[in-house]
């Protein structure tokens, strides 16, 4: 739980078109078990920071956008053209300018499946004296994600996109996950000396890192314990992916909470559903929206309950259809 004199504003870029998606809905409006993908940004920027100090970046449909991450109680700023991910944390410091806050945290609006304890992991780095922190990943097919690339004593030196990296640096397997935490201060002064130098002739933010290491400050690494909740969703099988993985979590969450879930391949639950402690629930059981389920109960198999209540110690038979409304 974040404290009354919490110094961390949160930054989630949000701007981009999504054109694999192939829909006219910007992308970070597709739902994810639900809910837009940026409503579980949101859900992880509030566990850290107070609403008031959390700005979302928008662009590609930046009216429908600005209002969904309004309605969620935090603000808004349009980045108009979009010129990289290097600008949009530019534009996001300025809809911050009257917070003022000592450190930011920066999220992507489409990469849902992020932990609070990992975000804390990062932020723990910069309140322990680095200036910028990022999470990595050790991957077997790094594939076109950007490479951390290390100075001797271990600290990061430069993150290199794949498409400007040589064949040695294409080698290194430890990968960005593109989630960072910043001194305010030392990423707002990076920022503003960003060029376009690269392949895609852009502000990058990965630019960043280099800028505030060659100030001879610190830029620390975090790897992450699950390189699954890196998992970014630029297409419609990415949104599938990650569907499967939130249900894995959510449903290994439950099991360690004392509930009983028979077969979790064929189950899926809704990470917004409260269930109790001893609660049964059979294979192929759907339980969809705010679903309250008391403790001791018994869902019976291919049910599916749409945001229904069910009391404590009640039985679900098989193949029952319960709504809430």
């Known amino acids: 739980m ?10 989630i870029l949000a701007a981009g078109k999504g054109t694999r998606m192939k829909s006219t809905r910007p992308k970070v409006l597709h739902e994810l078990s639900g809910r837009p993908l940026v409503d579980h940004v949101i859900d992880r ?24 991450v309004r309605e969620r109680g935090v603000g808004a700023a349009l980045q108009e053209p979009q010129l990289g991910t290097g600008d949009a944390l530019k534009v996001a ?10 450190r930011v945290l920066v999220l992507s609006g489409d990469v849902p499946l992020l932990r609070a304890s990992t975000l804390r992991r990062l932020m723990a780095a910069v309140e322990g004296g680095a200036a910028a922190a990022l999470l990595t990943a050790v991957l077997d097919q790094p594939g076109s994600y950007g490479r951390v690339v290390r100075r001797s004593d271990g600290l990061v030196r430069a993150i290199v996109e794949a498409r400007d990296a040589d064949a040695d640096q294409l080698a290194i397997r430890e990968v960005n996950a593109g989630v960072y935490a910043f001194d305010r201060r030392c990423v707002a002064e990076a920022v503003a000396g ?8 852009e502000y990058y933010l990965t630019d960043v890192a280099e800028a505030i290491g060659g100030e001879g400050r610190t830029v620390a690494a975090v790897r992450l314990d699950d390189p699954k909740e890196m998992q970014g969703v630029n297409d419609r099988s990415d949104l599938a992916r990650a569907e499967r993985v939130l249900n894995e979590l959510v449903i290994a ?20 559903a409260e269930i109790g402690r001893e609660v049964v629930i059979e294979p192929g059981v759907v339980l969809r929206g705010a679903c ?20 404590p110690g009640e039985r679900i038979p098989p193949l029952t259809y319960l709504t809430g409304e």
């Open 45 to 68: 920027a509030l566990e850290v920071a107070r609403p008031h100090d959390v700005v979302v970046v928008v662009g590609h449909g930046a009216d429908e956008v600005g209002t969904a």
């Open 2 to 11: 974040k404290t009354e004199d919490s110094r961390w504003a949160v930054a």
């Open 253 to 272: 969450d439950l099991m360690a909470s004392g509930v009983t879930v028979r077969d979790p391949g064929t189950t899926w639950v809704d990470p917004a």
């Open 194 to 201: 960003l060029g376009t130098d690269n392949a895609q002739g």
């Open 93 to 102: 410091l300025g809809g911050l300018a009257e917070r003022p806050t000592e």
């Open 292 to 311: 309250h389920v008391g403790e001791g109960a018994q869902i019976g198999a291919n049910s599916v309950l749409d945001s229904a209540a069910v009391g």
